[in-house]
């Protein structure tokens, strides 16, 4: 549909009501979509042309993106119905297409928000594989998939019969607006907080470099900026909720869901980056490396560290066939050389080892070496340059 197709149905619908307050609540929604859409894309350019790779996590990212757009899309058609406009103002049916888009933001909100969650416990999942993370995880993932179902369902058939939530004068039954919005941004601040506080312990008892360590944790706790627009978001909901002019009161939580929504897949994106910004600025990426070995020193493959009790490294347990030694995001994405020692024979250990190295010599490195000697293995199952 060319956009003269686009003028020509909104003038058979009574054409644009749009309002200064309307066109400020919609380039907040846009500025924060095509935010999200850049991040989505060098995340989906790092997993498939560097690390070669693409998982639930990602597809999961992706769908939330998809969700934001149809947000984005129902609330240019709210902003150009009448959004920002006294309710007085507005002719009936401009106000009727306005309330259509307003109860199909509800179901797509909600769907962007939980499916940007769920794609960063899945790679808590990945980056943090103790039994006791993945525990805590599932518990997480069920939950979102318990209030999340909940959260769409109960948006999509607010009113019984759905015609009823924006022709107050047909018969039936609406659930109570005020409560559901109140009960499901109460839900989104409260996991936004858990999903924020679930990786702290495996960061604090990672053995790194203090800077490194404190960009991990920042790169993390970026994702508190969620919870302060869930925040804003649900103080804007209240104002809506008591206002007698809900039309011209809504572009305040509208923007605020754009903004949270977005900056959800943003926050996402985040920890997938670091082989994309390894590539392009080398120098930013070595800051944060610290002292660790690279070839041509020791490397200690038995180094283990605890937390809760759990023996926690950034390599998994050699168990999970798909999370094995030498796994090449999680050496660049956080602490490069580290991991289990594979139980069993001396020959065993060197053909792990091997497959280390050989898969780390293939990530892109901030100041790649060749080693120009040959390497040998010891009986004590490190490697010796």
Known sequence: MNLLQIRDEFQRGG????????????????????????????????????????????????????????????DIIEAVSGMGVHLKDIPPHILERQMKAFWLTIPFYNAAVLCAKASILLQYFRVFPTRRMRIVCWIMITVLGVYGTWAVISAFFNCVPVAKFWDDSIKGFCLSKPGLWFSNASMHITTDIAILIIPIPALMAIDLPRRQKIALMIMFGLGGFVCITSIVRLISLKKISDSSDPTYDNVGAAAWSAVECNTGIICACLPTLKPLLARLFP???????????????????????TWNGDEATISPPVEEAEYGAGDPERILALVPGSGFKKPGSEEEEKKGLTRELT????????HPRTPTHIMDFDHAGTLAA
């Open 283 to 305: 120098g930013m990426i070595t800051t944060f490396q610290g002292s660790r070995p690279t070839y041509g020193t020791t490397i200690n493959t038995t180094q283990r560290t």
């Open 15 to 74: 054409g644009v009501y749009m309002s200064p307050r309307g066109a400020q609540g919609l380039t907040v929604s846009v500025v924060f979509t095509a935010l999200a859409t850049c991040f989505v894309a060098m995340r989906m350019f790092t997993r498939i042309k560097l690390m070669r790779r693409v998982e639930g996590n990602d597809w999961m990212v992706m769908i939330a993106l998809v969700n934001s757009y149809v947000f984005m899309a129902l």
């Open 359 to 366: 898969q780390v010599a293939s990530v892109p490195e901030a």
